[in-house]
């Protein structure tokens, strides 16, 4: 499957930016799919996930109850809706799409979208 993230972007402290991720194929609706973030000089980190039904979500503490992730599979979608955001969320975002929630980064990656909050 290959992914192609946008919705990238420049936004003030507080702002919001919503991010989608397209997948190719016809197999969207089996995969889990997740969304990773890599700041300037850090290790890439978890953002959060959705199980193939999206019955299921996971998101990482820091972004918890500001950060939502969804899927549209008739659109071969998933999207990260992300609310009071901070200076410290800036960084590079990538959504992968994996078998599972557990093995999810052993998937396929897309190139990864920059989002940019200034203080």
């Known amino acids: 499957v290959q992914l192609v993230e946008s919705g990238g972007g420049l936004v003030q402290a507080g702002g919001s930016l919503r991010l989608s991720c397209v997948a190719s194929?016809?197999?969207?609706?089996?995969?889990?799919m997740g969304w990773f973030r890599q700041a300037p000089g850090k290790e890439r980190e978890f953002v959060a996930a959705i199980s193939w039904s999206g019955g299921t979500t996971d998101y990482a503490d820091s972004v918890k109850g500001r950060f939502t992730i969804s899927r549209d599979n008739t659109k071969n979608t998933v999207y990260l809706q992300m609310n009071s955001l901070k200076p410290e969320d800036t960084a590079v975002y990538s959504c992968v799409a994996g078998a599972s929630l557990a093995t999810i980064t052993g998937g396929s990656w897309g190139q990864g979208t920059q989002v940019t909050v200034s203080s």
């Open positions: 194929g016809r197999t969207f609706s089996s995969y889990a």
